[in-house]
Each structure stands twice: as C-alpha cells, then as structure tokens.
Nanobody
Framework: QVQLVESGGGLVQAGGSLRLSCAASGLAFSTYTMGWFRQAPPKEREFVAAIPWTGKGTYYGDSVKGRFTISRDNAKNTVFLQMNGLKPGDTADYYC???????????????????WGQGTQVTVSS
C-alpha cells in the first residue's frame, strides 16, 4: 500500500521559513517524479514544485519561483520543500504527490499524479 505522509507545516509570520517533508512508502520511490501541490479553498489545487526521479532539474510554479526549493533523498524515500520568504498568499494545505511521468509538462498537471498524501497545513500571518 502506497503511503505519502507530509509533515512540517505550521503557523509562521510573513517573511519566515518552513521546511516540509514527505516520507514515502510502498512504491519504488527512486523511479517516481515527486511533486508538491497546494490548495486554499475554494481555489483549485495549484502546482507548486516537482522534481523528477533523476533529481536533475526542478520545476516551480510562477508564484513560488525563487522562494521555494524542492529536493529529494532517494536513500530515505523522502522529498522536501524548503519555503523561504513566505507570504500570506502561501497559506494553504500542501500535498505531496507522486507520478510515473517525468517530463516537465506532465509534472505540472495534477491529473498526471498517481498518489498523494493527506496534506499538511501552512498558515502565514501578516
């Protein structure tokens, strides 16, 4: 059974930082592109970042580029999202997701993902 478990969310002031982690089990982690999406109801889930299984090349949504960094540790089946310069607009539930696709175009599309976690809440106060 595939499990993706996010952690590291919380309450932070604007300008602060958080580091999200996602521990994966039940899948061949090193062969999956891993992504982060976020959702702030009633908005749709939004692409944040992705990293292919090779770890070479990273993809970011326009709203987080230059502030967030995605990385992965295949030995520990874990993907990270370092979030710096947080803004109130970053407030959302953040979801870790896995896809067998590796192209950038596919990695940006929510419907290309096979597995996802329960999410971790991030709240940025002004």
């Amino acid at each position: 059974q595939v499990q993706l478990v996010e952690s590291g969310g919380g309450l932070v002031q604007a300008g602060g930082s958080l580091r999200l982690s996602c521990a994966a089990s039940g899948l061949a982690f090193s062969t999956y592109t891993m992504g982060w999406f976020r959702q702030a109801p009633p908005k749709e889930r939004e692409f944040v970042a992705a990293i292919p299984w090779t770890g070479k090349g990273t993809y970011y949504g326009d709203s987080v580029k230059g502030r967030f960094t995605i990385s992965r540790d295949n030995a520990k089946n874990t993907v990270f999202l370092q979030m710096n310069g947080l803004k109130p607009g970053d407030t959302a539930d953040y979801y870790c997701e896995a896809t067998s696709y590796y192209s950038e175009g596919a990695a940006r599309q929510r419907d290309r993902y096979d597995y996802w976690g329960q999410g971790t809440q991030v709240t940025v106060s002004s």
